[in-house]
């Protein structure tokens, strides 16, 4: 199992659930989380979606390892969704999300903040953007929901760094709500969901799309660019020398890259 799935209350609690891997995400949990956000979208009993991850960390990003396969291996079999498919259930899904960081947070751990629209994250979390030292570009429209959520600066630091970025530096810049103490974490983010779950969904969902909607095209396109940059550079010279030497155990030598 890579998702686990619960209701209570009309708010659908999804829990990241592949905590020996950090809740990475393979193609199957890709899959599991888009095929999950379409369900609730269209399930008339949820108002509210909470999405949190299992054990030390929310997510790690994408399965590194598999990645490796997917650049290397012309055989390798993708998922139905994947990536995109989950990005896009992301953009579309059209009830309030509410995301509690409950540990690590890499990649589309950290990305997928942009889609909140309600973050929460544990003091003992933290964030990196990892695409300059996995020699790719940025991914989920975080090229253009970044800038948007924290500022043109707090954003290209976090895109162009990767860098940690701590719990209170991510309330700071806005890419959060609140932090709290890892024991409150879950009951507190609940609360909130709780909270919105018993307004009525037809509100929820107007209040969400009249403030989405204005975005919707611009973070599309964003998108777009963001995923012909990322396969223009997976697999090249710099991609290739991070996933073989995160395989190896070793740092990666960009020297003249």
Same mark, same amino acid.
């Given at each position: /199992?890579?998702?686990?799935?619960?209701?209570?209350?009309?708010?659908?609690?999804?829990?990241? !659930?592949?905590?020996?891997?950090?809740?990475?995400?393979?193609?199957?949990?890709?899959?599991?989380?888009?095929?999950?956000?379409? !369900? %609730?979208?269209?399930?008339?009993? $949820?108002?509210?979606?909470?999405?949190?991850?299992?054990?030390?960390?929310?997510?790690?990003?994408? !399965?590194?390892?598999?990645?490796?396969?997917?650049?290397?291996?012309?055989?390798?079999?993708?998922?139905?969704?994947?990536?995109?498919?989950?990005?896009?259930? #992301?953009?579309?899904?059209?009830?309030?999300?509410? $995301?509690? $960081?409950?540990?690590?947070?890499?990649?589309?751990?950290?990305?997928?903040?942009?889609?909140? !629209?309600?973050?929460?994250?544990?003091?003992?979390?933290?964030?990196?953007?990892?695409?300059?030292?996995?020699?790719?570009?940025?991914?989920? %429209?975080?090229?253009?929901?970044?800038?948007?959520?924290?500022?043109?600066?707090?954003?290209?630091?976090?895109? #162009?760094?990767?860098?940690?970025?701590?719990?209170?530096?991510?309330?700071? /810049?806005? #890419?959060?709500?609140?932090?709290?103490?890892?024991?409150?974490?879950?009951?507190?983010?609940?609360?909130? %969901?709780?909270?919105?779950?018993?307004?009525?969904?037809?509100?929820?969902?107007?209040?969400?799309?009249?403030?989405?909607?204005?975005?919707?095209?611009?973070?599309?396109?964003?998108?777009?660019?963001?995923?012909?940059?990322?396969?223009?550079? /997976?697999?090249?010279?710099?991609?290739?020398?991070?996933?073989?030497?995160?395989?190896?155990?070793?740092?990666?030598?960009?020297?003249? #890259?």
């Amino acid at each position: /199992m890579t998702l686990t799935v619960s209701d209570e209350a009309r708010v659908r609690t999804l829990v990241l !659930d592949r905590p020996d891997a950090l809740n990475a995400f393979n193609e199957a949990l890709y899959d599991a989380t888009a095929d999950a956000l379409l !369900d %609730a979208a269209a399930d008339p009993s $949820v108002a509210v979606v909470l999405l949190t991850g299992s054990g030390r960390a929310f997510s790690a990003g994408t !399965d590194l390892l598999e990645m490796h396969r997917m650049a290397t291996d012309p055989s390798f079999e993708r998922g139905k969704h994947g990536f995109i498919g989950l990005i896009d259930a #992301l953009v579309d899904f059209p009830k309030p999300l509410v $995301v509690a $960081v409950n540990g690590l947070g890499l990649g589309i751990g950290a990305t997928i903040l942009g889609f909140a !629209d309600l973050g929460f994250m544990s003091t003992a979390a933290k964030l990196k953007c990892p695409f300059t030292s996995l020699g790719v570009a940025p991914e989920a %429209a975080s090229s253009y929901l970044f800038p948007a959520l924290v500022g043109r600066q707090n954003a290209a630091w976090a895109l #162009l760094s990767a860098e940690w970025i701590s719990a209170e530096q991510a309330r700071e /810049m806005g #890419l959060v709500w609140r932090v709290c103490a890892p024991e409150e974490l879950l009951a507190t983010a609940r609360e909130h %969901a709780t909270l919105l779950a018993q307004r009525p969904i037809s509100s929820l969902v107007a209040v969400k799309r009249t403030m989405t909607e204005p975005h919707r095209t611009a973070i599309r396109e964003a998108r777009d660019r963001e995923n012909a940059a990322f396969a223009e550079l /997976m697999g090249g010279p710099a991609n290739l020398e991070a996933l073989s030497a995160f395989a190896e155990g070793r740092a990666p030598d960009f020297t003249g #890259l």
